[in-house]
């Protein structure tokens, strides 16, 4: 059974900084990409930042510079870590292994003064 649990989400000021993680179980972590995914009230989900088995990042431009994508296989988890967080970063974040339907429930993030 494969499991997603994402979590570090909270409310933070704007200017603020957050590690977001996602733990992944039953599923060949250290052999697939991953992705960190956002979902915005009204809008649909959007790619956030990805990284390769090997290391390699791909960011949204609009969160590159403030953002960095990382993982280590021998814990199963993925972080995002965000800087200089805006009002329109707030969504709820999910990761996502790549080319796969597996979600996990997503952590909120919010940001206002």
């Known amino acids: 059974q494969v499991q997603l649990v994402e979590s570090g989400g909270g409310l933070v000021q704007p200017g603020g900084s957050l590690r977001l993680s996602c733990v992944v179980s039953g599923f060949p972590f250290r052999l697939s990409a991953m992705g960190w995914y956002r979902q915005a009230p009204g809008k649909q989900r959007e790619l956030v930042a990805s990284i390769s088995r090997g290391g390699s990042t791909i960011y949204a431009n609009s969160v590159k510079g403030r953002s960095t994508i990382s993982r280590d296989d021998a814990k199963n988890t993925v972080y995002l870590q965000m800087n200089s967080l805006k009002p329109e970063d707030t969504a709820v974040y999910y990761c996502?292994?790549?080319?796969?339907?597996?979600w996990g429930q997503g952590t909120q993030v919010t940001v206002s003064e």
């Open positions: 996502n292994p790549a080319g796969t339907r597996y």
